[in-house]
């Protein structure tokens, strides 16, 4: 991109993602060392997309804070969160501020922690380095070098998600229980930002669900580790060098050969067989592109998101017989280039890739190659307007519709569910209903 | 001792000085405008979003270009519900996105650039409003040099806001900084083609989920001529005529007041609080303009036009509402704007709570509360969880972030910042209002929390 200004970035910042890792934790509060603002935008933001409330502590640094250093409000802010909560641990994240006035927040929570029946993670994610990914990656390898120790083999498989939603993190352990493969997810959100409304309204002070923090210790343990995002795989990687933990980062298991992947990769860390309703599963996945794929077949898509669930979706919409057209991700990842480029080889597609821009450039390269459906966040809506096509949408996040983080788009069951949505959406924008009679 | 301690708040008990239950005969105003207790759960956003997102935000012809890294511009892109009819300044997000480079070397030619590129990409911009985040003042970019230098490049006012999100206690120093910075560099800069003698603004009124367009057909009505509504939905052209009204009236009397008493300093024009909401004052609000214009008349049949169309919705719903309990907590005004409309529909409000009220705000709620009303200063997530518990009111009327909190502990909720199917103001608003707390109170939703599933 030949700009400075960056124009509808869909993209946000590191302490976004850190909270979000920080939420999927049993007992953890998550703090934010900086201006009041960078608490309150990443809570609004989860609150309008889970629908649940997110509550994230500031310690509210002001002018005083950019003269001497935030060290005083945020030692009061970890000993007020603990005598009011004491919650099991209280996630740090740093800011643009507090980055750039230098606190040493490591030191800082070392020294505020009176006894040890509290921990802290002091992740680093200044708001200018990255995006959300990154924060989210950041905090995720702070939670493993904090409490990871060394102890006997438990036989489980770590699975890092990545920022993925609490349906999708519940389909991938149902595949693992028919797999009959133990876990420890890192982190966990699927219950914390989906709970339920208990008889009589009683709400426990922290959410119910999350990942313990002697489940994160006992990752150093396990027979492997598989991120599915691997923009959030930094934590693997520490956990196999520390470890020798054996690191899978790989694809997001998203259509047949993606998801064939993640089962095999389970299969090979745990010696596990592939049982038969997991063969079930993918066979009524590859039933569902049979059934679409004269509806399909063609179809031009643009998809934009995080670079993992884009590269995913993009294989998948040409296993389903699509052309995908446009990729975008605003975050640069490694991987997101060679990922299209496989695809375009191996099913003669010409998808663009568009990495680390913006949704206007995108908006504009979609333009000069046409499309028939939208995959992409809520953001995406005005270009959807502009072109007159359908949005799909996914990632986070999706505040224009509601329950999207409840469902899947991943494993052979979300596959299903996403072609579903994107095969409704053809047939649901001026498709002739004569031909739907069948 | 009419200030309170409540029982989240016993480890910090700097917060009993914000918490009072009011006491006629002792009257107490909570300690407010101060900082947070560092790690609170505070709700209150920063200055920026006091700038950026409230006041000067609904201005619908600008590019709002955020200067800073990506979050500040991300997360108020189209977020606050401050509607127009153009598209502009909710469908577009500018950002410098400063990296580690323009920190270390400073932003300045990527902001000069960035203003450039986006008057090239959008001409229809007609200003471009630069804000800046907290990176920017700890680095020191002299945005207002830049600015000019853009201006002049560019042959369009480009006006710098110097909001970084640490400066002040909440976003009320970010309403403050728009106020004056749109006084001093843009009212008075033009003339106005015509005038008259009913030329008016109203400020501190930002058209969330189309109030203005409910408002000013009032006004337009009785015969006075709206100059500029301050800031929704308005055109920037709109703004640098300000200083040639008769009368200001001012909704928002916490984000606002300032630019209405500095064009009253410098121009003498002087102004007068309204409260749009709600059968009472919005009449109220109609026949103050309507006697400083000698437009009585015009108001009266104004108010009974409306009167004869609206007041049987709020008859309607008062019948099911009737003896119910609330809770108000907003930004400012609206906890105490809503005391009174609460009251015409049968509702008594037990507690208000603002996140950046002033002294003045709290004075204006202790007049309309009873004695044992509860008014708390800047609560936390704890604080409100806690007299949600306690006092189970009817409904709630907060903002997204406290919603589905409360929705948690089966009280009805209705969104005050946003509203749930706005707009809420003037006469046809208060039915939308009513309306929504009646859909709150009265769903068929609520009764399953109390029927837990048992073995028959």
Known sequence: ?438 | MTTILPECDIPIPQRKPHIVCHDPENMVLPMCNVQTVPGDMTERGCTFSGCRGVVGGPVKDVIHLVHGPIGCAYYTWGTRRNLSDTKLHRKYCFSTDLTEDSVVFGGAKKLYNSILESHELFPEGKAVFVYSTCVVGLIGDDTEAICKQAQEKTGIPVVPFHCEGFRGVSQSLGHHIANRTIFEKVVGTKEPEVTTPYDMCIIGEFNIDGDAWIIRPLFERMGVRVLTIFTGNSPYCDLPVMHRAKLNIVQCQRSSTYIAKMIQDKYSIPYINVSLFGMKQTAEGLRDVGKFFHLEENAEKVIAEELAKYQPGIDHYRKRLEGKKCFIYQGGPRAWHWMRPMQELGIETILTATTFGHKDDYEKIMEKAKPGHICIDNPNALEIEEYLVKLKPDFFIGGLKEKYLTYKLGIPFINGHSYEEGPYAGFEGFVNFARDIDVAVNSPVWKFINQPLKVK
Do not use: W
């Open chain 1, 1 to 438: 991109m030949a700009r400075s200004v960056v124009i509808n970035p869909p993209k946000m910042c590191q302490p976004m993602g850190a909270i979000l890792a920080y939420m999927g934790v049993h007992g953890c509060v998550p703090l934010v060392h900086g201006s009041q603002g960078c608490s309150t935008y990443p809570r609004y933001n989860i609150a309008r997309y889970f629908r649940e409330s997110a509550e994230v502590a500031a310690s509210s640094l002001g002018e005083d804070a950019a003269v001497y250093g935030g060290a005083k409000n945020l030692t009061e802010a970890i000993k007020n969160i603990k005598s009011r909560l004491n919650p099991a641990a209280i996630g740090i994240c740093t800011t643009c501020m507090s980055e750039t006035i230098g606190d040493d927040v490591k030191l800082i929570a070392k020294k505020a922690l009176t006894d040890d029946t509290m921990k802290i993670f002091p992740a680093s994610t200044p708001s200018y380095v990255g995006t959300h990914l990154t924060g989210y990656d950041n905090a995720l390898r702070m939670l493993v070098e904090t409490l990871d120790v060394k102890g006997k083999p438990n036989n489980k498989i770590n699975i890092i998600t990545g920022i993925i939603n609490p349906g999708d993190i519940r389909e991938i352990k149902n595949m693992l229980r028919l797999m009959n493969v133990q876990s420890i997810f890192l982190s966990d959100i699927s219950e914390t930002l989906d709970t339920p409304i208990l008889p009589g309204g009683h709400k426990p002070v922290l959410p119910d669900g999350g990942t313990s923090l002697s489940d994160i210790a006992d990752s150093a343990n396990s027979l492997g580790t598989i991120a599915i995002c691997r923009t959030a795989g930094s934590a693997a990687t520490y956990l196999k060098n520390k470890f020798n933990v054996p690191s899978v980062l790989d694809a997001a298991p998203i259509g047949v050969i993606n998801t064939d992947r993640f089962v095999q990769n389970i299969c090979k860390l745990s010696g596990a067989p592939i049982p038969e309703e997991i063969i079930r599963e993918r066979g009524r996945l590859i039933d569902s592109m049979v059934d679409v794929h004269h509806y399909m077949f063609g179809r031009k898509v643009v998809i934009f998101g995080d670079p993992d669930l884009v590269s995913a979706i993009v294989r998948f919409c040409a296993e389903a017989g699509m052309t995908p057209t446009v990729a975008m991700t605003a975050t640069k990842q490694k991987d997101f280039a060679p990922d299209i480029k496989a695809v375009n080889s191996e099913y003669r597609t010409d998808t663009q890739i568009l990495e680390g821009t913006d949704l206007y450039e995108f908006h504009e390269v979609v333009k000069t190659h046409g499309a028939e459906l939208i995959l992409g966040n809520s953001k995406g809506k005005d270009i959807a307007d502009d072109e007159d096509v359908p949005l799909v949408r996914f990632g986070f996040p999706v505040y224009d519709r509601v329950g999207v983080y409840r469902y899947p788009i991943m494993g052979y069951n979300g596959s299903i569910y996403l072609l579903d949505q994107m095969t409704n959406a053809i047939l649901g924008h001026k498709y002739d209903p004569n031909k739907l009679h069948q």
